[in-house]
């Protein structure tokens, strides 16, 4: 069950712009006669939670450093070729649990192709809670940086590529966070 502190009226109007993405998206592709198949194929990846490196060190009460293991799961769905709807949760850089839910926009000219190597950049937006100095822990806004690379695995495994979600979470003072360079594992099907 999602707190209604999630909710709160400038997160339920991202929320609602996200998620008419996704519905608009699902009901062409079902329109194409492909059904739950369609939906999925070619579209959905998993993903993991993420490994992060931070640009300053912690001083806090407990003497406990960042959380650099931010372990935790996701997924993201390809709404076209340069749109994805991602969500997920995760134990963030405060030891806290966090949820996000976003865009990721990753235009043509930001594609690069090596081979049989894609990868791609662009920027996520969406909202992210958890991080208690910052709107108090509720949902709040957050623009990113990422870098995608992905490969294919080879005919007949379970799933169609391997990759890896990079990005940087600028400093936010007020927040009580340090910018950090993270990295997330992506299984795409």
């Known amino acids: 069950m999602v707190p209604s502190a999630f909710f709160r009226p400038p997160a339920r109007a991202l929320l609602g712009l996200l998620l ?24 959905l990846s998993l993903t993991t939670g993420f ?14 450093g960042w959380n ?17 709807l991602a969500a997920g949760v995760y134990k963030n850089s405060v030891y806290r649990n966090s949820r996000y839910l976003q865009l990721v926009y990753t235009p043509d000219f930001m594609k690069l192709r090596l081979g049989p190597v894609a990868i791609d950049a ?9 991080y208690p100095k ?9 623009i990113l940086p990422v870098v995608s690379v ?10 169609r ?4 979600n990079f990005t940087y979470v600028p400093s936010l003072t007020s927040a009580g966070t ?9 299984l795409s099907f």
């Open 122 to 130: 662009g920027v996520a937006v969406g909202v992210a809670d958890g």
């Open 161 to 164: 590529s391997l990759g890896l």
């Open 134 to 142: 910052r709107n108090h822990g509720h949902c709040a806004p957050a």
């Open 51 to 64: 490994l992060s490196h931070h640009t300053a060190k912690r001083h806090s009460a407990d003497h406990r």
């Open 178 to 186: 340090a910018g950090a360079f993270a990295v997330q594992a992506k």
């Open 68 to 84: 650099e293991n931010n372990t935790g799961i996701g997924f993201e769905y390809r709404l076209n070729d340069n749109l994805d």
């Open 20 to 43: 008419s993405g996704f519905f608009i998206n699902a009901a062409q592709a079902a329109d194409g006669g492909d059904g739950l198949a369609g939906l999925i194929e070619n579209r």
């Open 150 to 159: 992905a490969m294919p695995l080879p005919g007949g495994m379970f799933a």
